[in-house]
């Protein structure tokens, strides 16, 4: 069964690319996913990528903090920055600047995540 599993995983950019293909030929399949679903699909995956973690995992973290501070440090001062001067060089209007700073503040997505840990 592990071994399945295991194949499954790694066929993970074929999956993605069939769904994809499907979404682009018959959008309809999907749309029933929308509403409440769409932060109830998002806590799901959180909390399940959450139950993943194990008590050592959080003492690595703290037997060595530099890594995750500089994480912090960088994704609340060089991504806004970044943000900030792509909205400069693309010439964007105040509101949509100020947005694309706050989008560029967000730490990486809940797929990002999975597909790390996949």
């Known amino acids: 069964m592990a071994r399945t599993l295991e194949r499954i995983s790694l066929l993970f950019p074929v999956w ?7 979404a682009l030929i018959e ?10 679903l ?3 699909g998002l806590a799901g995956i959180m909390l399940s990528m959450g139950l993943t973690l194990l008590p050592a ?5 703290l037997s060595f903090p530099l890594p ?13 920055v970044l943000g900030y001067s792509i909205g ?8 949509l ?13 809940t797929a990002s ?3 790390a840990f996949l």
Not at 68 to 80: A, C, E, K, N, S
């Open 88 to 95: 400069l060089m693309l010439d964007m209007e105040p509101p």
């Open 113 to 115: 995540n999975v597909v």
């Open 68 to 80: 995750v501070l500089l994480g912090v440090l960088f994704q609340y001062t060089i991504m806004p």
């Open 57 to 61: 995992d959080f003492r690595r973290v």
């Open 97 to 109: 600047r100020a947005g694309l700073v706050l989008v560029a503040s967000c730490p990486g997505g």
């Open 16 to 22: 993605v690319s069939i769904f994809v293909g499907l």
């Open 38 to 40: 769409i932060p109830l």
């Open 27 to 36: 959008p309809s399949i999907f749309t029933w996913f929308s509403g409440i």
